[in-house]
């Protein structure tokens, strides 16, 4: 991917978006943003694709079979097979001290626990796959995603809130749905960047969704998610953007090699009473503190008037 930009360089790691209305943003970044090598060999992906296909075509049955109180780690269990089948792996980096309640604490459950926003960049299908392998929870996903292949099904089972983002219409009912649901004690995810980036530049975050937390008064998990390569660089293997299809996305991702999906886990930020504050507390959170120098290598963010350059290589030990 060319994805470094130097002062001697014309043009950006991708290419300008066309103006859309506020709520649905169009990232730049584009199929060719995403220039990844096969790797793995053909019995290696045959292998991977049957693994996947039994996961998927198991876990319904699977499902119905595990008691209610087992399922949350059935599915947690599940999903880390899944990624782990598509031959990725999983780190996870909590960096939330003491604003992580005991109910909020991974392995530390509590029948009464809040609810909780979990809120994330956006990249690809794994980021979902990701989370769900970190801990269970419904999602905020695009509306055709149940009728994709091999994930479809999954996605009824985790009971993801479908949104269709050129239906402006349909924003009320979507976060009353989230609402009630964190409400009622659930973790719902949410990916407000409002479309995928290729995994080394990304955008703002939109605050329409965030109404959800400041109505029911549920707190939020900003969560830095990041793909990286058996070196440790930013990859942009699990990158779906553009006018790619799900089979294009899934064929690159098989076809991988010792790609770590890394989640850092951010301290807690509570809802407030505005949801614009509050996304911005979460876009702050996530982004970290970027010490730019126009000299180095770096990504080009955005486009026009909201183009910004952002380091290439986001920080140390995960927590950039």
């Known amino acids: 991917m060319p994805a470094l930009m130097s002062p001697d360089t014309s043009g950006l790691a991708c290419p300008p978006a066309a103006p859309v209305h506020a709520w649905m943003p169009v990232s730049p970044c584009v199929p060719s943003c995403v220039d990844v090598r096969p790797q793995a060999g053909r019995l290696r992906m045959v292998a991977r694709i049957a693994a996947v296909a039994g996961l998927l075509a198991g876990f319904p049955a699977a499902n119905l079979l595990t008691p209610r109180p087992l399922r949350e780690r059935m599915h947690r269990r599940g999903a880390r097979m899944l990624l782990r089948a598509c031959g990725f792996r999983l780190r996870i980096i909590d960096l ?37 392998a970190m801990d269970p929870m419904g999602f905020v996903a695009r509306g055709d ?14 009971r993801v809130i479908p949104i269709h983002r050129e239906r402006l219409r349909q924003l009320p009912e979507v976060i009353a749905v989230m609402s009630e649901r964190l409400a009622a004690g659930e973790r719902v ?10 995994g080394r530049a990304h955008g ?8 959800s ?18 070196a440790g660089e930013l990859t942009t ?76 290589r986001a920080g140390v030990a995960g927590i950039g």
Do not use: K, N
């Open 96 to 132: 939330r001290g003491e604003s992580a309640t005991p109910a909020g604490r991974r392995g530390r459950r509590s029948r009464d626990r809040r609810g909780l926003l979990v809120v994330s960049a956006h990249v690809g299908w794994t980021d979902v796959v990701a989370l769900a």
């Open 145 to 158: 995603l149940i009728e994709w292949p091999m994930l479809g099904g999954l996605a009824r089972i985790m």
């Open 189 to 198: 995810g949410m990916f407000p960047e409002g479309t995928t980036w290729c």
């Open 204 to 211: 703002s975050l939109r605050p329409a969704l965030f109404q």
């Open 213 to 230: 937390a400041v109505d029911s008064g549920a707190p939020v998990q900003p969560v830095r998610m990041r793909y990286l390569d058996a």
């Open 237 to 312: 293997v699990p990158g779906f953007v553009g006018d790619d299809t799900f089979l294009d996305s899934a064929r690159r991702v098989l076809r991988s090699r010792g790609v770590v999906a890394e989640i850092t886990l951010l301290p807690i930020e509570q809802p407030g009473a505005d949801r614009h504050e509050l996304a911005r507390r979460c876009e702050q959170a996530m982004r970290g503190e970027e010490v730019l120098d126009i000299d180095a290598h770096a990504t080009a963010v955005g486009s026009g008037p909201t183009r910004a350059i952002v380091p290439d």
